[in-house]
């Protein structure tokens, strides 16, 4: 009678752990080109905001991963949320907001949750503002595999960035928005973030906003599919 193997002889083996190609891992420890970086105007003359364009981050992600290595998908429903904050008219008339998961061979997938502005009431604006949207979650969640993406733009101390007034006002008004899909005036949606951070509402970071708008775009989305 054939003697009988040990257990872990006859569990299957397990996946070999997920891990990028050194060759990738080089090319994204490398500072990011100066001339991949976009500038445009912030918000009242509060100077020029740093930033990557669309177009460059899939120019980006195609030459590092390489062709077919990697993708992003819309996760879930492009939300929107007509814009009204503090009884005055805001910038723009309503947001919307896209989750988009990026997938990359070697490594487990980034999401992130991105935005866009319609500041007109005309079909071309709310289309302009739905592609917004989804462009910057996508370029948001690829700024997670680092310089190369943008991410060293958000750094205090990089000589690269120049303000994020941009996206802080653009943050804050998402915060808010969704502060309002939730029931919330714009008060009481500072007064939550402030405690959920630990810190004033006009202290919290870029990231500190950014966390906050997937908690809460997440809590929108179960209402909105509860309803």
Request: proline residues 6%; aromatic residues 6%.
């Amino acid at each position: 009678m054939a003697r009988a193997g040990r257990i872990s002889d006859q569990l299957p083996a397990s996946p070999a752990p997920l891990a990028l190609p050194p060759e990738v891992v080089e090319l994204l420890n490398q500072p990011l080109d100066p001339k991949l970086v976009a500038r445009r105007k912030g918000p009242k003359g509060s100077g020029l905001v740093a930033f990557i364009e669309g177009f460059r981050a899939i120019d980006q992600a195609n030459r590092i991963f390489g062709h077919g290595n990697w993708g992003g998908e819309v996760v879930g429903d492009i939300r929107y949320q007509q814009l009204q904050l503090g009884g005055e008219p805001h910038e723009a008339i309503g947001m919307y907001w896209a989750t988009v998961r990026v997938s990359v061979v070697g490594c487990e997938p980034r999401s992130d949750v991105g935005c866009g502005f319609a500041s007109e009431p005309t079909v071309e604006a709310h289309d302009t503002a739905i592609k917004a949207a989804v462009t910057d979650a996508l370029k948001r969640a690829l700024r997670q595999w680092g310089p190369q993406f943008g991410n060293s733009l958000y750094d205090r101390a990089s000589p690269t960035r120049l303000s994020s007034a941009r996206e802080l006002s653009d943050l804050r008004s998402a915060v808010l928005a969704l502060g309002a899909a939730l029931g919330l005036d714009e008060n009481s949606t500072r007064k939550h973030a402030a405690a959920k951070a630990g810190k004033q509402f006009n202290s919290l970071t870029p990231a500190d906003l950014a966390g906050l708008l997937r908690v809460m775009a997440e809590a929108v989305t179960k209402r909105q599919k509860a309803a």
